[in-house]
């Protein structure tokens, strides 16, 4: 089994070599900062504020930033937007990373069974891949959402079942160009079941994609969960999310902006922030990139 592995050093070397190229990578720091701040204040910062987000003041209404203890201003109820936006941040960040998660599960099952094995199984996993995409994922998404019940857990069900083709496809041509490599040949030679060599041996090489993919992913589930809220399929109030919060500012726009540009800066800063690191990681992971 020694022969089919890497030594601890050469892992070692290539981890180095991989981080040190994404600590290069200014655009993708910035945004690993930026979404771990995120990330950071919308998990602790709820509790530092003096209202919740469910408090109502009739009496503070549209009460601009910067007015008092609102520091974000507050909403047509008097309700705090501080503790709204970072209380719906948990509800939007949970759904895109949870969405993630399964997407990628199950985009990487299909797509490793179908690159390994080949044949019909291929031509048939892959037909089901290419169906799903020839339907456009947001019609999918609002008809289930509009059939279904919008609950957070069944929106990032949703959500991962419109999403996990592309990492399928990814997956299955990374595959394909493996198994038919020296270290797999070997393993076979050995006895290894297929089970084995598509889970242990060509699926640790081909991580780098997939992790890729895994932050991209995120960034789609984040504006689609938004998506769907706003246009009032998703999330549900009172319990808050970014794309609902639009969804109740759209009528004051020329009133009280900034119901509408503060969850708006929100979700441009998780987005930007999760393609950044994407483009790090893809950078950071490319074997072109290593000099012989």
Known sequence: MTALTATPSANHWWQSRVMRRFMSHRLALLGL????????????GPYLLPYDSLHIDLRARFAPPMTGDHYLGTDPLGRDIAARLLMAGRVSLLVGFIAMVLAIFVGTLVGVIAGYRGGWLNAVLMRTVDGFLSYPSIFLLLALSAAL????????????????MEVARIVEAE?????????VLAGRMLGLSGTHIMFREILPNVMGPIIVAATLTVARA?????????????????????????????????????????PGIAITIAVTSFNFIGDGLRDALDVRNDTV
């Open 175 to 183: 595959v394909r160009s493996l198994k038919e490599r020296e270290f």
């Open 149 to 164: 019940r919008p609950s957070p857990m069944m929106i990032t069900i949703i959500i991962a079942l419109t999403g996990w």
């Open 33 to 44: 900062v930026m979404i771990s701040a995120l990330t950071l204040a919308c998990i602790i």
């Open 222 to 262: 984040i504006l689609l969960e938004a998506y769907v809220s706003f246009l009032g399929f998703g999330i549900q109030p009172p319990l808050p999310s970014w794309g609902n919060m639009l969804n109740g500012a759209q009528q004051y726009l020329a009133t009280a902006p900034w119901l509408a540009i503060i």
